[in-house]
């Protein structure tokens, strides 16, 4: 039974910087594709970040694109996503996703949210 499970959120003023945590159990594959999503009220969930689990291979949005950096830790099980110069714009629930596979692959985007097979619950993060 796979479950994700973030942490890490809250509220910063904007400028400010927050580190997100993603820890996975029950995980089986060999590789996979993590990544960050966040989703705005009213609007649609967007890819933020992704990284190939095997390769470390990283993908960005342009719009978090050399303010945010994602990782990986703790023998792969821990997905981070440390945000810095953090805007308004970048409030949200962030969520972290996984998926059997890697990120680059026929069909697949690292950034769309219907290409992820297991979600965690979400964290909040506020930018006042």
């Known amino acids: 039974h796979v479950q994700l499970v973030e942490s890490g959120g809250g509220t910063v003023q904007a400028g400010g910087s927050l580190r997100l945590s993603c820890v996975r159990s029950g995980w089986t594959y060999d590789r996979d594709c993590m990544g960050w999503f966040r989703q705005a009220p009213g609007k649609e969930r967007e890819g933020v970040a992704s990284?190939?689990?095997?390769?470390?291979?990283?993908y960005y949005s342009d719009s978090v694109k050399g303010r945010f950096t994602v990782s990986l830790t703790n023998s792969r099980r821990t997905l981070g996503l440390h945000m810095n110069n953090l805007r308004p714009d970048d409030a949200g629930t962030y969520y972290c996703?996984?998926?059997?596979?890697?990120?680059?692959?026929?069909?697949?985007?690292?950034?769309?949210?219907?290409?992820?097979?297991?979600w965690g619950q979400g964290t909040q993060v506020t930018v006042s």
């Open positions: 990284i190939d689990t095997r390769l470390g291979n990283t």
């Open positions: 996703a996984a998926v059997p596979g890697p990120c680059v692959q026929f069909a697949f985007k690292w950034y769309r949210p219907s290409d992820f097979r297991y």
